[in-house]
């Protein structure tokens, strides 16, 4: 799995007055924590500063990649802020997070992705708005998928987010987002899934066990990325667990390693 | 989802001196409890009573339809026990478990069947032995949803066991179970699933967290029923929160009153 880090988000009410204050250490406190915890890319994102997101933006990548090397996933549809986030990165291969068919969020970010040789969160989303059906969903993917690439973007360097919407708003959006997974996955092998995973419990009590559900149903349609919390442990469980329970961990290798780490929880 | 409480049944080692000293009392108390956290059937087992199968099967089932109505689900492939038990039965329609496509077996256990009207759990297993393949199990399937039809049974009282053999042994197993489920339920929509759970974890560590994600992909492949414990209140909540994501719980308004009820564990 592409675990995309979500903790370092300044809508997340925890972490706010470290940004606030310029807490580097608490930062990269957190930045450690989610790499060692498995995360794949940490998630950058300074959208609640509306008056300097660019210089808040640059000081998070400046300041994470200080302690870790792993790629980062550049979380702004600012154009401004992702050329000063871009500009001051030195890791590997960053994602920007995200572009979306909207028109004119497509143009403002396409220049950076082809620019920076980024990957790019690509939301199924267009100028008419949030698609309701899996077919509206597939459709915006396909052509966000056909653009990009003819942009000279690779199949692997797109990431396709199904735009999951809360269960308790309509029963049939958990059907929704889990066969979106599985026919984008089915059309575009090389493509990969970015869900954020916890909209789908917004609003309703017991966020945590109906998003562990989700993450299992949607990992067996084939999704093989989400953007969420890798410091939750019981939720990396569930990654571990699925991922030997559809065949992706030959002998239940990594499961057992996890298990004798005491990274596994019941 | 249609439960089949797993625990009276004379191989689990906590319940096995209840049925030796024929403790009434124990045993009422658990099918109760069980009907309380939502089993649908009382599953029903004395086969570690080599000697006295029968006696030690009719008691069970006078003993739990004292103090429960669910119907039963008579575990046994004995048909002197299983008869013993059918004609002790007064509950309503109860569940033979089990049948498969092995001849000594379908032969001695279908008049039984359409003598006493039951249902009948069906594994998907042949004179041929253990099939490997998802295509080996469907074409088993089929051909005892065929002979079970042809006499007399309707689709509604077939309940298809995938057989489930333990990730820990062969990767692919779980797939093979999921799509074998999925496959049965696509051809044959009438037809319910009763799957066992906790096959799917034997000889791996944390097995709860293994049954747990197996129970929602397996949900979310079409499975209806299955064979396990009710008591659970974890993984009856994993029921719940798979109800509400696959669409079968309107506005989730059984997975809220769970909720309130303080049945939702996380």
Redesign the interface.
Known sequence: MIIIGEKINSTLKAIRPAMENYDADAIKDLAKRQYEAGATYIDVNAGMFINDEPERLEWLVKTVQETVSAPLAIDSPNPVALRRALEANKNTKPLINSISDESKRFNAVMPLVAEFKTGVVALCMDDTGMPETIKDRLTIAQRLIGKLTKEGVKLDDIYIDPLVRP??TG??Y??VA?ETIRQVKAEFPEVHIACGLSN?SFG???R???N???L??AM??GMDGAIMDPLDKKLM??VY??E????L????VE??TK?REGE???
Chains 1, 2 share one sequence.
């Open positions: 269960v308790g029963s049939h958990g059907t889990i789908i309703i009590p017991c945590k066990l109906m562990q559900a989700f299992v149903a067996g349609a469980s569930f667990a699925a030997a329970l559809f065949g961990d030959d002998f239940c499961y057992l298990y596994l929880e019941m």
